[in-house]
């Protein structure tokens, strides 16, 4: 039998490319169905992630208008990442097999042949690389590929070069929904899933339309949030440095000691303001990131539902499941 594919879109403020890409992910999605690789109950989800625009509006007609598309409406943002998993889970109780791909026409749609060609090869999770970067702006590509040398740097390993255009099964999918917490970085997450994966290489498109969400400051929150959600390691370094410290002024109380008993004490005051200002300025930085790790705890326990669906289009509800699903604090139907 030939698997249920759902293709996982998520929007923001997207009207403008919509309708440029809309008829390519359905083309894409005809010509797997016609080559007998995907089922035709296929089905391309889109997410929207509380457009103020008319996202919604235009995902419901193209619903209306083709039973290949279908869509859920978040009850606000929630943010790329979390509007992403809301279409993967609400995707992997109707779907063999899942690819998220941005909405933007920037990932190559032709990688999903190879793609859903591993997945039949028995791969749970296909990664999805950019092969280059030709037509990112310098500053992107700079940016980006500092990003992720920077992340693996701080212990959060990512595959290189892969944002979250992937192919997912429904049974990889279900295991990650066990992974309950609130700060989610999806792209480095899934890796600790397992099972047998693989990567396929595409080249990455400019945007065909409207504008990137991902300007320098949420690039840095969102690698922020990647690191303190996948690894402790810069508490480490603040360990580290800390002895360090301790260590330089050990040999300075010796040397102190020593020219003290020699008679010529070290005189200035400024040397001895500047380490004081020099240390405070770190050790606030230190309590910064640690405190960064606290707020994350404290986010954590609360637990509050990483999305909540206020509307969807285009799809039967799955066995057993009402439309108004949220996430994050429900408990899961499903066993240890
Ligand atoms: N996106 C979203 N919610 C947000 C911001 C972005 O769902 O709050 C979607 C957006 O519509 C797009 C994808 O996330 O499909 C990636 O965003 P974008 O193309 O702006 O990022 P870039 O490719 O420039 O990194
Ligand atoms: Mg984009």
Same mark, same amino acid.
Request: proline share 4%; net charge neutral.
């Given at each position: 039998?030939?698997?249920?594919?759902?293709?996982?879109?998520?929007?923001?403020?997207?009207?403008?490319?919509?309708?440029?890409?809309?008829?390519?992910?359905?083309?894409?999605?005809?010509?797997?169905?016609?080559?007998?690789?995907?089922?035709?109950?296929?089905?391309?989800?889109?997410?929207?992630?509380?457009?103020?625009?008319?996202?919604?509006?235009?995902?419901?007609?193209?619903?209306?208008?083709?039973?290949?598309?279908?869509?859920?409406?978040?009850?606000?943002?929630?943010?790329?990442?979390?509007?992403?998993?809301?279409?993967?889970?609400?995707?992997?109780?109707?779907?063999?097999?899942?690819?998220?791909?941005?909405?933007?026409?920037?990932?190559?749609?032709?990688?999903?042949?190879?793609?859903?060609?591993?997945?039949?090869?028995?791969?749970?999770?296909?990664?999805?690389?950019?092969?280059?970067?030709?037509?990112?702006?310098?500053?992107?590509?700079?940016?980006?590929?500092?990003?992720?040398? !920077?992340?693996?740097?701080?212990?959060?390993?990512?595959?290189?070069?892969?944002?979250?255009?992937?192919?997912?099964?429904?049974?990889?999918?279900?295991?990650?929904?066990?992974?309950?917490?609130?700060?989610?970085?999806?792209?480095?997450?899934?890796?600790?899933?397992?099972?047998?994966?693989?990567?396929?290489?595409?080249?990455?498109?400019?945007?065909?339309?409207?504008?990137?969400?991902?300007?320098?400051?949420?690039?840095?929150?969102?690698?922020?949030?990647?690191?303190?959600?996948?690894?402790?390691?810069?508490?480490?370094?603040?360990?580290?440095? $800390?002895?360090?410290?301790?260590?330089?002024?050990?040999? $300075?109380?010796?040397?102190?000691?020593?020219?003290?008993?020699?008679?010529?004490?070290?005189?200035?005051?400024?040397?001895?303001?500047?380490?004081?200002? !020099?240390?405070?300025?770190?050790?606030?930085?230190?309590?910064?990131?640690?405190?960064?790790?606290?707020?994350?705890?404290?986010?954590?326990?609360?637990?509050?539902?990483?999305?909540?669906?206020?509307?969807?289009?285009?799809?039967?509800?799955?066995?057993?499941?009402?439309?108004?699903?949220?996430?994050?604090?429900?408990?899961?139907?499903?066993?240890?």
């Amino acid at each position: 039998m030939t698997p249920v594919l759902y293709i996982v879109v998520p929007c923001y403020n997207e009207e403008k490319v919509l309708p440029l890409t809309s008829p390519m992910f359905l083309k894409k999605l005809l010509d797997l169905a016609s080559a007998g690789k995907i089922s035709r109950d296929s089905r391309i989800l889109f997410v929207n992630d509380g457009s103020k625009d008319g996202t919604w509006k235009l995902i419901s007609s193209l619903s209306d208008l083709n039973p290949h598309f279908a869509g859920i409406s978040l009850s606000r943002n929630r943010g790329h990442q979390n509007a992403l998993l809301a279409g993967l889970m609400y995707a992997k109780d109707r779907a063999d097999v899942t690819i998220s791909i941005d909405c933007d026409g920037q990932d190559d749609i032709n990688a999903m042949d190879q793609m859903i060609d591993a997945y039949l090869d028995g791969a749970d999770i296909v990664y999805g690389v950019r092969s280059d970067r030709k037509t990112d702006t310098f500053f992107k590509r700079t940016t980006a590929q500092g990003f992720y040398k !920077f992340l693996n740097l701080m212990g959060a390993e990512v595959v290189y070069n892969h944002a979250d255009y992937r192919l997912m099964s429904a049974r990889a999918l279900r295991e990650f929904a066990q992974f309950k917490e609130v700060n989610i970085f999806l792209r480095g997450m899934v890796p600790l899933v397992g099972f047998k994966s693989t990567s396929v290489y595409y080249e990455r498109h400019e945007r065909l339309a409207g504008k990137s969400h991902y300007p320098l400051k949420k690039m840095l929150a969102l690698a922020f949030n990647g690191i303190t959600s996948l690894s402790i390691k810069p508490i480490r370094i603040i360990t580290g440095f $800390g002895f360090l410290v301790a260590a330089i002024s050990l040999v $300075g109380i010796v040397w102190s000691v020593i020219m003290g008993i020699l008679q010529s004490p070290t005189g200035g005051w400024a040397s001895t303001v500047s380490i004081m200002c !020099f240390l405070g300025g770190i050790q606030l930085l230190s309590l910064g990131v640690i405190g960064e790790y606290v707020g994350k705890i404290y986010l954590e326990t609360k637990a509050r539902p990483r999305f909540i669906i206020s509307e969807t289009t285009g799809e039967k509800p799955a066995s057993g499941e009402s439309t108004g699903e949220s996430s994050g604090s429900a408990p899961e139907e499903k066993g240890e």
